[in-house]
């Protein structure tokens, strides 16, 4: 049995058709632990409180199971806050998967979300860490690789026409992203059809 725990964006409400709510089905038909929380305010979110259910839900995962981290959107960027503070219980991830994090210039131009600043990304990520985001983001038009796969030297999956790989984009079931999670070696690549 693997642990995984899946982590929604800004203004998700955990809708059953996004990839995520189909991720979590998958994953649980397959006897895995499987933690797909609401957090807190998700239109309006406060980091503090955000950072508060990381912890406590990390803190949640099996310890004597592989554990998983999925994180979309802003849950991208909250995880790297969260290695930024070096906080606790980080290390005992076995593997991350960020999709899709949106770039500073998103977050500062959205009072919403712009507490969410981006921290300096001058930090070693506790844990293997892959990277995966449209190659057309309308949230981090700058590309993914440049604002994040480089400078966090993160092996990087840029899928063409992907956009935000959100519910817009047309990320419903997404059969790669499966894969991943239950092969590290898996390529991710974009949903088909």
Known sequence: MTAYLILHGWQNHRPEEHWQHWLADRLTDL???VTYPQLPDPDDPDPE????????HLA???PGAERIVVAHSLS?????HAVARAMPGLDA???????????????????????FALPPLEF?????????????DPYCTEGADTV?????????????????LDLDAGYGPWPAVLDWCLDPAARITARRG
């Open 31 to 33: 006897g895995h632990q």
């Open 49 to 56: 409180v955000w950072l508060e259910e990381l912890a406590r």
């Open 93 to 115: 991830v076995d593997r991350v998967l960020l999709v899709a994090p949106p770039s500073a210039r998103v977050l500062s131009g959205h009072p919403e979300v712009a507490s």
């Open 148 to 164: 994040y796969g480089t400078p966090l030297a993160l092996p990087t999956d840029i899928l063409p026409g992907a956009a935000h």
């Open 124 to 136: 070693t990520l506790p844990g293997p860490t892959r990277l995966v985001a449209g190659d057309d």
């Open 76 to 80: 991208a960027v909250l995880w790297l």
């Open 60 to 62: 949640g995962l099996d």
